[in-house]
């Protein structure tokens, strides 16, 4: 395996990637690795984030979940641009995919569907704010 860091369009990918995972895993009642991959993907899009905005970070930040979670909160939440609501989908998985993990419960069926739910509008959040690819598709439906 290469030492070359994720660039955030390839970490958006791999959220890409992890958010549909989670929904076929949830389809399959798996809500246990749905809430693992939603996890993931909320994680991916976050440290994506933090990378293209330019925050002064790591580029391993995604090291450990605590630092990131942190750094997620302290540079794109406390002062903006995202949403203090839109950061606690954040913690919320992961304090849910530690139960999921690490605990001998399951997570809850209502639990599970519900964090697929945030995590695909996590991604689509950081999407929007952050790479600024995703908007140059509307640059050109300009109404007449």
């Known amino acids: 395996m290469s030492n070359r860091q994720l660039t955030p ?27 693992n991959r939603a996890y993931y993907a909320m994680f991916d899009a976050a440290r994506a984030a933090l990378l293209a ?4 970070v790591e580029p391993d ?14 540079y794109l939440v406390k002062n903006g641009p995202v949403s203090k609501e839109v950061g606690r989908l954040l913690n919320r998985a992961h304090e849910i995919r530690l139960v999921a993990d690490y605990n001998g419960d399951s997570v809850e069926s209502a639990d599970a569907k519900e964090m697929v739910e945030q995590a ?22 300009m109404a007449p």
Not at 10 to 27: G, I, P, V, W
Not at 53 to 56: H, T, W, Y
Not at 61 to 74: E, K, P
């Open 120 to 141: 695909e509008t996590f991604v689509a959040a950081m999407r929007a704010e952050f790479m600024p690819k995703a908007s140059d598709d509307n640059d050109n439906e």
């Open 53 to 56: 905005s330019g925050a002064p």
């Open 9 to 35: 369009d390839a970490l958006m990918a791999k959220a890409d990637t992890a958010c549909s995972s989670a929904r076929a895993l949830l389809d399959l009642g798996d809500v246990d690795g749905a809430a």
């Open 61 to 74: 930040i995604g090291r450990t979940h605590s630092g990131l979670i942190g750094a997620f909160g302290n």
